[in-house]
């Protein structure tokens, strides 16, 4: 059986970071990982791992933006098509790895995860190969300094988890620079400064964009309307309690213990390799055959 994590989320969040992460990790557990580069701009440095296959062997973004006149953006969209009408050389790439856990690094831009078709054409493909797929999605932990910001990373992660049709486990990054941030309690920002605050965030209560105080408060009293759809986020968030956050803090071990672990049980990793246990049975379920 092969498995397959998609490591997605805005720019900056840590994502090749904690591929990386993971990667060591696997090495200390003694298990095999293997990284995908999936971001034609990714810098070569970024790796401390080589990945074993990288979407720059098939096309680099610096090539299409010289030889094409793209942007970056537009750059990276014409890379993904590209990929979409060459999936073969994916294959030919994949075809070497049987009983694998890939680590697919994403590149940062949100609209491939909220309304571009090429993750969900992809992860369709992976699972036509009969490749387990999950996806991670990071948020840093300093968009809590900024509950605006937050509920944005918060909306950002939902519609990734509605538009691609697999098992999630949403991330909080760098939570390293929370636990600094919590020693020195005069520094808090934006108010995370109790592990009861974080709780709020790890689980997001979406009472936080009416309840706290905080720096653009002024603005939601005067703007009825900036307050309705802020109450219109509260109810959305409370309808639908899809988002949830597991810490991350990759100075911990155990930390990333944590993670591996949730992603593993998402992806039912070993399900197949060790015989099942049978579920238990309450004394009551033989009552009727005595
Ligand atoms: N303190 C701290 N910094 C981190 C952590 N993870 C990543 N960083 C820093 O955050 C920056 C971005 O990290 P990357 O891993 O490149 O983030 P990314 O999501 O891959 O970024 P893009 O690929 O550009 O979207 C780098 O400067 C990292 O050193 C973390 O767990 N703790
Ligand atoms: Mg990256």
Known sequence: MRYAVLVTGPAGAGKSTFCNGIMTHLQTAKRSGHIVNLDPAANSDAFEYEPSIDIRDLISLDDVMEHLGYGPNGGLVYCFEYLLQNMDWLDEELGGFEDEYLIIDCPGQ?????????????VRHLQRLGIRTCATYLIESQF?????????????AMSAMVNLEVSWVNIMSK??????????????????RAKKDIARYLEPDPMLLISAPGSRDERTERDSKFHSLNQAIVQLIEDHPLVKFLPLDL?????IETVLSHIDFVMQYGEDEE??????????????LE
């Open 144 to 156: 809590m300094e900024d509950k605006y910001k937050f509920f944005s990373g918060v909306l950002s």
């Open 175 to 192: 939570m390293d620079l929370v636990t600094s941030n919590s020693e020195d309690r005069g520094s808090g920002r934006n108010g995370i």
């Open 110 to 122: 949100i609209e491939l995860y909220t309304h571009h078709p090429f993750l969900p054409t992809l």
């Open 251 to 255: 100075t911990n071990p155990d930390s």
């Open 275 to 288: 015989p099942k246990e049978p579920a238990d049975l309450d004394e009551g379920d033989f009552a009727d």
